[in-house]
């Protein structure tokens, strides 16, 4: 079972949602073009939506909606399902997910600057690892549910 989010980050996650709105894209383009410096992770991705500008449309509107409704997690439950079975379809795999915090968090700073206090970046660093708990357990299930009897 997934450890719930402390009240404190679930009020930071919460407060910076303007700013994702506002500066999402810029946020998740950053953070591929950090991640993309590993050609084994850039290889899983579908490079003609990277190009278009749409996968880092997608991410930056599920971090806002995270951001928006981290307390209500029933209101994401479709999406995090969603986004299991495109992970599962694209062979994402548990030990993905550290390169992508160490992508992610840095590039919220490097787009935010002085307004990405550590305060916020611990927060979004355990809202991420909340997160991706969620979906590192549901991607295990759809990985089992797909073995051969």
């Known amino acids: ?25 810029e946020i998740t383009a950053r953070m591929y073009q950090r991640l993309f410096v590993d050609p084994e992770i850039k ?24 951001a928006q409704n981290a307390d209500k997690l029933d209101v994401l439950k479709g999406a995090i399902e969603r986004i299991a079975e495109r992970h599962v379809k694209t062979h994402i795999k548990p030990e993905h ?13 490097d787009i935010l600057g002085e307004a990405a206090t550590d305060e916020i970046l611990a927060a979004w ?6 997160l ?18």
């Open 97 to 109: 997910y550290p390169a992508v915090a160490n992508a992610l968090l840095p590039a919220i700073r």
């Open 125 to 130: 660093g355990e809202a991420y690892w909340f």
């Open 1 to 25: 079972m997934t450890k719930p989010l402390s009240s404190q980050t679930l009020t930071l996650v919460k407060a910076t949602a303007p700013a994702l709105q506002q500066h999402g894209v």
């Open 43 to 66: 290889a899983l991705f579908d490079m003609a939506a990277q190009e278009s500008g749409e996968q880092p449309k997608r991410l930056a509107a599920a971090i806002l909606a995270f």
């Open 132 to 149: 991706a708990d969620i979906l590192i357990n549901r991607e295990a299930e759809i990985y089992k549910e797909a073995e051969p009897a």
